[in-house]
């Protein structure tokens, strides 16, 4: 499996619409693992195609609990219910969070790899993930549905994160990865116009 080169704001591609797929092909397999691959070393909960620069309508999600990820071929929400105020980030916008409006709960359908319908009840975070990732699918960014502007904020690390950075590069150096995986923090020049 390889690890994608992530997409970053104002990258455009983020903000054009995925194509629909019309026919499951064997070589979509090696695809998602890739995806599923960038989306474990970018400690990430989901990814969208057009976050590693494809314009192809797949999704993954894997919740922090789960074993497996989901994988959503030509994923939609298909019903919304209720509204609350949640905070949410973005491995296309590194180094920025803000609170977001969404969905209480949600019902999606998708086609699974082997190209079988799902369908999924979800409330809590995985609405929150189901709408995140079909959002960037239609070329939205969680900075669309910001509460106010000014709920954009810029991460801040404190002394207790630097400690924890220290012992995991301490256990980096013992055991070197093969590819890091690691997102540079750039968050782009029209980030915060596109948030007003």
Known sequence: MTVLDMRFVPDPILRRQARKIGKVLPRMKKFIDDMIETMHAEMGVGLAANQVGSLQKVAVIQLPDWEEPLILINPEITRQEGEREVEEGCLSIPGYRGMV?????????????DGKIIRIKADGLLAQALEHETGHLKGQLYIDHLVTPDSLYKITHTAEDDSEAEDEAEATEANPPDDTGSSPDRPGSSLEDKAK
């Open 101 to 113: 409006k969404r969905s209480v709960s949600v019902r999606a359908r998708a086609i699974g790899l």
